[in-house]
C-alpha cells in the first residue's frame, strides 16, 4: 500500500516480553509469548547519544540531512538494480526506510516494493521527527537470538539497560543489525571476529563523522 502508515501501525504492541516479579520486585520468569520474541519498548529518553551516533553512522550518515531517502545510497541501488535485470542485490535504505519495512514486514527487493517503501519513508519524515524515527527503529529491529530491539539485546549480551552501555558496546549493538545471522555473538568464533571488524568499522566511521 502507498498509505501512510497510522500511529495505530506503528505502535508496537505484540511481541513484548512479560516480567514476572516476586513479592520484592525481582525477575523471577520471563516470558516472551509463542513466538518467542525478546521485546522491551524504550522511549528517545532511553537512548544515549553514543548508541544514536553509532547507529546512524554505520546505517545511514546522512539521516539527519535526507528526508527519508538518500540519493546516493538509492543510486547505489539503481546501479545494482540495473546489474542484476531487476532484482536489488543491496539495500541503500536508509533508517526511516527500514522502520517502513519492519513495520509492514515487506522486505522483497523488488523495483515496486522499493518505491513504495521510498514514498512511505518520505511521509513518516514528514510526520516524525528523527529522534521520533531512530526510536522506532531502536525498537523495532531484529538484533538476533530472539531479541528484537535494542533494549533486550543489551540486555541479553551485556547485561546492561541501554544508558549503562560503553562506546565499544554501543558500536556492536550497532553492527548487528545489518545482519544478525552473521554478526551474532553467541555465533561461532568466525561470526564473533566478523562482528569484532564490523564494530571497528562503526567506530572508525562515528570518528569519520565527528562523533
Do not use: W
Amino acid at each position: 500500500t502507498s498509505k501512510i502508515l497510522t500511529d495505530e501501525d506503528l505502535a508496537i504492541t505484540t511481541g513484548l516480553t512479560t516480567f514476572i516479579h516476586d513479592i520484592e520486585g525481582n525477575i523471577i520468569e520471563t516470558l516472551t509469548g509463542s513466538d518467542n520474541i525478546n521485546r522491551e519498548v524504550v522511549t528517545s529518553k532511553q537512548i544515549p547519544d553514543i548508541l544514536a551516533h553509532a547507529i546512524v553512522a554505520i546505517e545511514d550518515e546522512r539521516f539527519y540531512q535526507h528526508s527519508g531517502f538518500d540519493f546516493i545510497r538509492i543510486g547505489g541501488s539503481v546501479i545494482k538494480l540495473l546489474e542484476n535485470k531487476g532484482d536489488i542485490a543491496q539495500g541503500g535504505s536508509t533508517i526511516t526506510q527500514q522502520v517502513y519495512k519492519n513495520v509492514t514486514g515487506r522486505f522483497e527487493q523488488t523495483f515496486e516494493r522499493k518505491i513504495q517503501e521510498i514514498y512511505n519513508a518520505v511521509l513518516l519524515e514528514m510526520k516524525y521527527d528523527k529522534k521520533q524515527i531512530i526510536t522506532m527503529y531502536a525498537n523495532l529491529i531484529n538484533m538476533g537470538n530472539g531479541c528484537y530491539g535494542f533494549q533486550s539485546a543489551s540486555k541479553m549480551y551485556f547485561n546492561k539497560t541501554l544508558d549503562q552501555l560503553n562506546l565499544a558496546e554501543a558500536a556492536i549493538l550497532a553492527a548487528i543489525p545489518n545482519s544478525p545471522g552473521i554478526y551474532d555473538p553467541y555465533g561461532k568464533e568466525k561470526n564473533v571476529r566478523k562482528l569484532m571488524y564490523r564494530r571497528e568499522d562503526v567506530l572508525d566511521k562515528m570518528l569519520e563523522l565527528g562523533y
